[in-house]
């Protein structure tokens, strides 16, 4: 009789201390459109996250549209009703294009430099275990844009589909997708997989990297590349067949100070395929890397 | 007899296979010295690697380099992709004041360097594994240390240190330079160096397992060094040198031979 007395107390315990733990959950839908100035032909858009997703489309359509969902987690409500607030997407409208970001207690934005950090060390009233956060970003594009840069740091992975622009991506904890691209491009992650496709092939540059991951890039069989790669644990593959290896760069420098001069042959490794016109640089730690067509 | 025919086919393209993949590509360092006319330094130290050095009639350094592997090769795999293989193969020389410094980065391959130096030259070589360290025509001092593979100097002028643990060291001196004392020490390999027949030296000796010889007239020291030693605690320990002393043409300065079991052979050029 004791012992169920205790178990049930014990029971009635643990659904106590379980209740406290449940969290209490919010999603809002947010919808924008943004107008896109055309000064000189020449326009642009930015996108950057911080935790969460971002994908990016182009669409027939005369201006930027956002599509996103907030998720805010907290504890109780009043944790809740402060991540509401604070967290939110902000557009900075400018002469040439519209910067979209997320706005937080730790966001330090430069509008003149168009420069973004969240540096918490710098805002230290904001104790951000209050409640969590993410927000996954659809933006819709133009035809007509011509630089794009978007970036992510935590919880999601970043896709882009059918831009003809240059393009500068970026991701830290994620992977990193580009599809059916016509346009230059920069694509950055920490730990996650690159993969890119081109439906035309870029004409001056196209930088991968990654540091756990792997790189895939597909382009069109005429390709005209000078390739630069650089890996510690991985493998270099692609199915091209006109591939010239190219003489390792000598670099010299001279030490004024100690009167010494070094000379240097680097462990960058460089092909050409085709004629060499574009200039394609991969880098990975560990990962192998793939060029295909 | 077809079948013969066949064989030797096959054989043929084996190794003409063979030698396609072993194609390598040399990367080539030139380095120019601070003052040309006055002789210069080498330091190379690595752990994966071989290292040929000859003197040449020249006033620069010249660096070759090239992995086992060969520099850049493309393979085909199975799925329609072909693997780019190039070494990782970084080098870097310093120059400074005629003292030049040849540094390689991270490289599990192994790499062999030949490098050419002029005449007056001295060196500092030194390797551990997958190697060999060779030098030629150099006038100077040369410093070699390699751990398991053999060390081999021709034609010499000057002095040289050698030591290795699991192979063997075979010097040929030219000339000596007078009044310096030289080093040979090795752990399991024979030791065999060829001296011109009128140096003047003290020889100190020490060969645990194997023999000792040489066509000099070496006067053997009868006396053997005894030490005495008496520790903190007291205790007094005595105990015989087992060095072997001798000289040749009247003594010198000390030249030793140290080895655990192997022979060392001193000869007379």
């Known amino acids: ?293 | 007899m077809k079948n013969l025919k066949l064989i030797i086919v096959a054989l043929l393209s084996i190794i003409m296979i063979g030698a396609i993949g072993q194609e390598s590509q040399k990367q080539q360092l030139i380095v120019p010295l601070t003052n040309p006319d006055k002789p210069g330094t080498l330091e190379l130290g690595g752990i994966n690697c071989s290292i040929f050095v000859s003197g040449y009639n020249g006033k620069e350094v010249i660096v070759d380099a090239h992995t086992n592997n060969g520099i850049s090769k493309i393979t085909t795999t199975g799925n329609g992709m072909k693997k780019i293989t190039t070494s990782s193969m970084s080098i870097e020389v310093e120059e400074r004041d005629n003292k030049v410094e040849v540094s390689s980065g991270i490289n599990n391959e192994g790499i062999i360097f030949e490098i050419k130096v002029p005449f007056n030259f001295s060196l500092e070589l030194s390797t551990v594994n997958n190697g060999e360290i060779k030098v030629e025509n150099v006038n100077g001092e040369i410093n070699a240390s390699n751990i398991n593979g053999p060390i081999t100097i021709h034609n010499v002028n000057g002095l040289v240190s050698a030591s290795t643990i699991n192979d063997d060291i075979k010097i040929t001196f030219d000339k000596v330079t007078p009044d310096s004392p030289m080093a040979f020490s090795t752990l399991n390999g024979d030791i065999d160096i060829t001296f011109p027949a009128n140096i003047k030296a003290n020889l100190k000796i020490k060969n645990d397992r194997g023999d000792t010889y040489t066509d000099f007239d070496v006067v053997l020291s009868k006396d053997r060094k005894v030490n005495n030693e008496t520790s903190k605690k007291g205790v007094y320990k005595v105990s015989v040198d087992e060095w072997i002393y001798g000289k040749i043409n009247g003594g010198g300065p000390e030249y030793s031979f140290k080895n655990f079991n192997g022979d060392i052979t001193i000869r007379k050029k």
């Open chain 1, 1 to 293: 009789m004791k012992t169920h007395k205790t178990s049930v107390l014990f029971s009635f315990l643990c659904m106590l201390f379980s209740l406290s733990l449940i969290a209490i959950e919010s999603n809002d839908k947010i919808n924008e459109s943004y107008a896109i100035p055309e000064i000189d032909g020449y326009s642009e858009v930015y996108i950057k996250n911080l935790h969460g997703s971002v994908t990016v489309e182009s669409y027939n359509g005369k201006t930027v549209v956002i599509e996103a969902t907030k998720t805010i987690t907290a504890k109780n409500e009043n944790n809740l009703e402060k991540g509401k607030s604070q967290i939110n997407l902000k557009a900075y409208e400018y002469d040439k294009g519209v910067f979209i970001y997320l706005d937080h207690p730790c966001a330090d934005f430069n509008a003149e430099e168009l420069e973004l950090c969240y540096n918490c060390n710098e805002h230290r009233n904001f104790w951000n275990k209050d409640y969590e956060f993410n927000i996954d970003i659809l933006v819709k594009i133009p035809k007509d844009v011509d630089f794009v840069e978007a970036s992510t740091v935590n919880k999601g992975e970043l896709k882009i589909q059918n831009l003809s622009c240059n393009l500068n991506v970026s991701n830290v904890n994620g992977s990193l997708e580009v599809k059916n691209h016509s346009g230059n491009i920069d694509a950055t992650t920490v730990n996650g997989d690159v993969t890119v496709s081109f439906i035309s092939n870029p004409t001056s540059y196209a930088n991968f990297s990654t540091i756990n991951g792997t790189i895939e890039v597909k382009c069109l069989k005429q390709l005209s590349a000078k390739v630069n790669y650089k890996t510690m644990h991985g493998d270099f593959f692609t199915n091209y067949d006109n591939i010239e290896f190219l003489a390792n760069k000598l670099i010299k420098s001279e030490n004024k100070h100690h009167q010494s001069t070094k000379y240097k042959l680097g462990s960058i490794k460089s092909f050409k395929i085709g004629k060499g016109e574009a200039d394609f640089s991969f880098k990975t730690l560990n990962g192998d890397m793939y060029l295909k067509n």
